[in-house]
Nanobody
Framework: QVQLVESGGGLVQAGGSLRLSCAAS????????MGWFRQAPGKEREFVAA????????NYADSVKGRFTIFRDNTKNTLFLQMNSLRLEDTAEYYC????????????????????WGQGTQVTVSS
């Protein structure tokens, strides 16, 4: 089992940047494929980005491609999401998630593929 705690959210102006972190504890962090999801008020949770156990493979939602970067530091048990050129529509609660993965290169893009979730961190983009 793994516990996940997100941080780094906040209020930022459109065009600005934020870096989210997700600290993992418990079972070996490198055992898990990781992902970021977000949920805006009144909307369903949506996929943002995902990364394989090894960090070699990534995948992004079209809406964030070229602006967001997911990466991980397995030596520090931490997942990151670098968010640049933020837009009003990026406003949401952001969640990190961990999914058991046998293969080191597997990337998981659906929420049902994940077993563990953090409590979320709020990102608000203002005009």
């Amino acid at each position: 089992q793994v516990q996940l705690v997100e941080s780094g959210g906040g209020l930022v102006q459109a065009g600005g940047s934020l870096r989210l972190s997700c600290a993992a504890s418990g079972r070996t962090f490198s055992s898990y494929a990781m992902g970021w999801f977000r949920q805006a008020p009144g909307k369903e949770r949506e996929f943002v980005a995902a990364i394989s156990r090894s960090g070699s493979n990534t995948n992004y939602a079209d809406s964030v491609k070229g602006r967001f970067t997911i990466f991980r530091d397995n030596t520090k048990n931490t997942l990151f999401l670098q968010m640049n050129s933020l837009r009003l529509e990026d406003t949401a609660e952001y969640y990190c998630a961990a999914g058991d993965s046998i293969r080191s290169t597997t990337v998981k893009t659906f929420s049902t593929m994940y077993d563990y979730w953090g409590q979320g961190t709020q990102v608000t983009v203002s005009s």
